[in-house]
């Protein structure tokens, strides 16, 4: 079994910019991040936003209900 743990983000400003994960807390105030991989983080790094239903069903035709199969 997989758990998912949340870890604290940091938004960079300057030298480097975009969104962060925070890898390690030091004692000493220092922290290691690494840049955040999360779907939301590269959809907000590519200016995308999810597609409304509405959307979706116009360019791929209406939802159907599911059949039973799967």
């Known amino acids: ?3 998912l743990v949340e870890q604290p983000h940091v938004k ?3 030298d480097f910019e975009g969104s962060y994960v925070v890898e390690e807390a030091r004692a ?3 922290l290691l991040v690494a840049p955040d991989t999360s779907a939301q983080a590269i959809m907000d790094r590519l200016g995308h936003e ?4 509405a959307e979706f069903e116009a360019a ?3 939802v159907k209900p599911p059949d039973g199969e799967g």
Do not use: N, Q
């Not at 999810?50 to 239903?53: E, F, I, V």
């Open 12 to 14: 960079l400003s300057g």
């Open 1 to 3: 079994m997989i758990f």
């Open 28 to 30: 000493d105030g220092r």
């Open 50 to 53: 999810p597609a409304t239903l």
């Open 60 to 62: 791929y035709g209406a």
